[in-house]
Each structure stands twice: as structure tokens, then as C-alpha cells.
């Protein structure tokens, strides 16, 4: 745990914060959920950033959904090719 004003902890009241750490969510206490910062719980897959829980497998699984869709977006012309530069029209 370390002390001191960076740019997330400036609505801290305690202006402390949790960094760097793997384990279960529990294994510190005394600290403001908020002032948590870059936590993953291996247990639950959540990776928690200033408070917030986002689920890594959630995450991931999301990725490989987009990721097709986002490559078959990407290959597609972005504008008519007789067009002198692309935009809207």
C-alpha cells in the first residue's frame, strides 16, 4: 500500500491507495473500496480498477466476439473507389 495524491485518489477522503496486487478481494482491509487500484482476484477473474469490478473472462469473451466482426468492418472500402476522397458524401 502506498501514500499519496495521484490523479484517482482526489476524491479520496484517506488519500491512500491499494496497488499492484493478485489475491482475493478480502485480503486488505481498512481502505476505501475506491482507493483500490489495479486488483485481480483470480477466485472470481475480476480485475478491479479504482473500485470498479470488471470480469476478465466477461472481457475476453467479449473481445473474441468483436474482433471478427471489427476485422470484416476493417476490410470493407471506406469510400467508392471513382470517389476523389473518401467521406461523406
Do not use: C, K
Not at 495521484?6 to 496486487?21: I, L, V
Not at 485480503?27 to 478491479?48: A, K, L
Amino acid at each position: 500500500m502506498t501514500r499519496g495524491s495521484t490523479a484517482g485518489t482526489e476524491n479520496s477522503h484517506h488519500h491512500d491507495h491499494a496497488d499492484y496486487m493478485v489475491g482475493p478481494s478480502t485480503m486488505i482491509s481498512g481502505i476505501e473500496p475506491t482507493d483500490v487500484v489495479r486488483h485481480f482476484d483470480p477466485d472470481s477473474g475480476d480485475v478491479i480498477f479504482w473500485g470498479e469490478h470488471y470480469n476478465l473472462s466477461q472481457l475476453v469473451e467479449a473481445v473474441r466476439t468483436l474482433l471478427p466482426i471489427a476485422e470484416a468492418q476493417a476490410s470493407l472500402p471506406h469510400w467508392n473507389p471513382g470517389d476523389d476522397a473518401p467521406g461523406p458524401a
